[in-house]
């Protein structure tokens, strides 16, 4: 029963609710607008940095690192949204993914160091204001099968209220006319432009609020625990992709549901491997979590044949071709 | 109409693709309030005179004025807010959002779209306008439906209804009648004389001579680029020389009959 348990735990934990609220940013540009964004990851990295550095080498407060970093994200999205975004949907791709990586090597080199950490990152010197917050007792907490630590259960308190505050503000957004014509662009941009809808300034506006989103999720992901350039990998993007398709695009709670379903599932393997391997089913755990790693993508691809629209999509609106 | 002025006036308006020229107009005006057709053999330009008209596209030289506001080098939803609206050709309909959404999205008057709060009643007084124009095209019942579950005629009424729907002055139609069968071709037909009657101006593209004969006040011919007759369908439509070399010295005559002209 344990292997259960402990897998179900991943549904409330930090990290779930830091991805589920960057996939929400990622399903404004790809769910919602059809912009293809293949660099989340950077927004995510420059709101975990951005955060840290504004208040362990600035010695900002709390409120304006968060703001800064927040202004930061938008300008980052402008920088990348400007020249690319009246050409083809496939450069906007190109420049987000290499940008990400621009990001991740410039935060591991040594050269910025010195605000950065380079490859060993940043100790968590920055989330001081959290636990001063911490209104549980401290100690162990037990909340039905699971137990934990008293500062663990109120990041993800707060983690969780922000990604519902903000699938509420989405929820608001795309049901407005506002949603209305970001939705109108992902099915065809010339016949927006042709009822006169400035086209590349709404495609500008969602790319910066689902930029900021992810740069907020970048500083609810390092709350917890420190920073590492490693974590900014493309991989982090493209397990968002996975969690939004897995819980359905362009709908307010899939990306929600995506993440919690992912790491669930992540989990889930995880300590199958663990038991294999203790009954000598394989040699040691990296043999195993090869494995693993087979067995989603086995289960995304009977996911994507059966169920393409997702668990929370509609069918109906996918049974047309795309035009 | 008490305005007699042309609506839209364009001169030397040229548009070349790598030394093939696609367009090379040197003056053409369209009469305010009327219906013209702008017709010509396949290559003609005519849907490249209309890309760049829009904003679509842009051309190497040229200069035109709608309604006395200069056009050139505005982009596309700028001319639409001009109030110069156009359809295409290969029907774009918003094919995951309800025919309703479509209409909606049509409208110009929704400050909603620009992230302001309190959009609600203005949405309410838009869809009640946007299913007044979807009963007139025998569309209300679909208002709710993909628009993407609709046929290829009743996706060209949603588009010249969506055309509407943004309260142009006037409205470009590219070939509107293509691969429509001839029920419906008749009831966009009576469509596109109701715009006029709206006092909306129209110039559509068209193949058909009947439904130019039928339906146009005015006709301008197009071929290999240039404008090469205008004036009203009969003073055009019986100028052998522009039916003989433009739309096929045979267009009119049985194939039976060619054929056994050919054997003798």
């Known amino acids: 029963m344990d292997i259960i348990w402990n897998s179900l735990r991943e549904l409330i934990t930090p990290t779930t609710a830091a991805y589920a609220l960057a996939?929400?940013?990622?399903?404004?540009?790809f769910g919602f607008t059809g912009l293809l964004n293949f660099g989340q990851a950077g927004f995510v990295a420059i709101g975990a940095y951005g955060f840290a550095i504004s208040v362990m080498t600035f010695g900002f407060s709390t409120?304006?690192?968060?703001?800064?970093?927040?202004?930061?994200?938008?300008?980052?999205?402008?920088?990348?949204?400007?020249?690319?975004?009246?050409?083809?949907?496939?450069?906007?791709?190109?420049?987000?993914?290499?940008?990400?990586e621009i990001i991740r090597f410039a935060l591991n080199s040594s050269a910025f160091a010195k605000w950065t950490g380079?490859?060993?990152?940043?100790?968590?010197?920055?989330?001081?204001?959290?636990?001063?917050?911490?209104?549980?007792?401290?100690?162990?907490?037990?909340?039905g099968p699971w137990t934990f630590g008293s500062n663990d259960l109120w990041i993800a308190t707060v983690d969780w209220l922000v990604v519902l505050a903000t699938a509420g503000v989405i929820y608001l957004l795309v049901c407005s006319p506002w949603g209305r014509v970001l939705k109108g662009i992902r099915e065809d941009e010339n016949a927006m432009l042709s009822l006169g809808k400035n086209v590349n300034l709404y495609k500008l506006q969602a790319l910066v609020i689902g930029g900021v989103i992810g740069a907020a999720a970048g500083i609810l992901y390092v709350q917890p625990?420190?920073?590492?350039?490693?974590?900014?990998?493309?991989?982090?993007?493209?397990?968002?992709?996975?969690?939004?398709?897995?819980?359905?695009?362009?709908?307010?709670?899939?990306?929600?549901?995506g993440s919690m379903i992912f790491w669930v599932v992540?989990?889930?393997?995880?300590?199958?491997?663990?038991?294999?391997?203790?009954?000598?089913?394989?040699?040691?755990?990296?043999?195993?979590?090869?494995?693993?790693?087979?067995?989603?993508?086995?289960?995304?691809?009977?996911?994507?044949?059966f169920r393409p629209q997702g668990i929370l999509g509609n069918r109906t609106e996918l049974s047309f071709d795309a035009k | 109409?008490?305005?007699?002025?042309?609506?839209?006036?364009?001169?030397?308006?040229?548009?070349?693709?790598?030394?093939?020229t696609a367009v090379d107009v040197d003056h053409v005006e369209i009469p305010r309030g009327k219906i013209?057709?702008?017709?010509?053999?396949?290559?003609?330009?005519?849907?490249?005179?209309?890309?760049?008209?829009?904003?679509?596209?842009?051309?190497?030289?040229?200069?035109?004025?709608?309604?006395?506001?200069?056009?050139?080098g505005m982009k596309p939803w700028q001319v639409a807010r001009q109030g110069m609206v156009r359809t295409f050709q290969l029907t774009k309909v918003l094919g995951r959002l309800t025919v309703l959404e479509?209409?909606?999205?049509?409208?110009?008057?929704?400050?909603?779209?620009?992230?302001?709060?309190?959009?609600?009643?203005?949405?309410?007084?838009?869809?009640?306008?946007?299913?007044?124009?979807?009963?007139?095209?025998?569309?209300?019942?679909?208002?709710?439906?993909?628009?993407?579950?609709?046929?290829?005629?009743?996706?060209?009424?949603?588009?010249?209804?969506?055309?509407?729907?943004?309260e142009p002055a006037m409205v470009m139609l590219d070939e509107p009648m293509a691969g429509v069968n001839p029920a419906l071709t008749q009831s966009l037909l009576h469509h596109i004389k109701d715009l006029r009657e709206q006092g909306m101006t129209v110039l559509f593209v068209e193949h058909d001579m009947h439904m130019v004969r039928y339906v146009a006040d005015w006709v301008v011919v197009m071929a290999e680029g240039r404008i090469i007759a205008e004036g009203t369908p009969g003073e055009v439509l019986s100028s052998t020389a522009v039916v003989d070399a433009y739309l096929g010295a045979h267009h009119d005559t049985d194939l039976r009959q060619l054929i056994r002209e050919m054997e003798a």
């Open chain 1, 23 to 29: 996939a929400i940013g990622l399903n404004v540009h």
């Open chain 1, 266 to 305: 992540m989990r889930f393997t995880d300590e199958l491997v663990t038991i294999g391997v203790e009954h000598g089913l394989f040699d040691n755990v990296t043999q195993g979590s090869q494995l693993r790693f087979v067995l989603v993508g086995v289960a995304l691809v009977l996911l994507v044949v």
């Open chain 2, 102 to 166: 479509n209409m909606l999205i049509g409208s110009k008057r929704q400050p909603g779209e620009r992230l302001l709060l309190f959009w609600k009643n203005r949405d309410r007084a838009e869809a009640a306008r946007a299913l007044e124009i979807l009963e007139r095209f025998k569309l209300d019942t679909k208002a709710h439906d993909y628009a993407a579950s609709l046929s290829g005629g009743q996706r060209k009424l949603l588009e010249m209804a969506r055309a509407i729907m943004n």
């Open chain 2, 1 to 20: 109409m008490q305005n007699d002025t042309p609506i839209l006036v364009a001169d030397r308006v040229h548009r070349h693709f790598a030394g093939v």
């Open chain 2, 36 to 72: 013209t057709a702008l017709i010509g053999p396949n290559g003609a330009g005519k849907t490249t005179f209309f890309n760049l008209l829009t904003g679509f596209d842009k051309p190497q030289t040229g200069s035109w004025t709608f309604d006395g506001v200069a056009l050139q």
């Open chain 1, 225 to 257: 625990t420190s920073v590492q350039p490693f974590d900014f990998a493309t991989r982090m993007t493209f397990n968002m992709y996975t969690m939004l398709i897995l819980g359905g695009a362009a709908t307010v709670f899939g990306p929600i549901l």
């Open chain 1, 63 to 100: 409120p304006l690192a968060i703001a800064v970093t927040l202004l930061l994200a938008a300008a980052y999205a402008l920088l990348l949204g400007v020249p690319t975004l009246r050409l083809r949907a496939d450069y906007l791709a190109i420049v987000t993914i290499a940008a990400a």
């Open chain 1, 118 to 143: 380079g490859a060993n990152g940043l100790y968590n010197e920055y989330s001081g204001w959290l636990k001063d917050s911490n209104p549980y007792a401290s100690g162990v907490v037990r909340i």
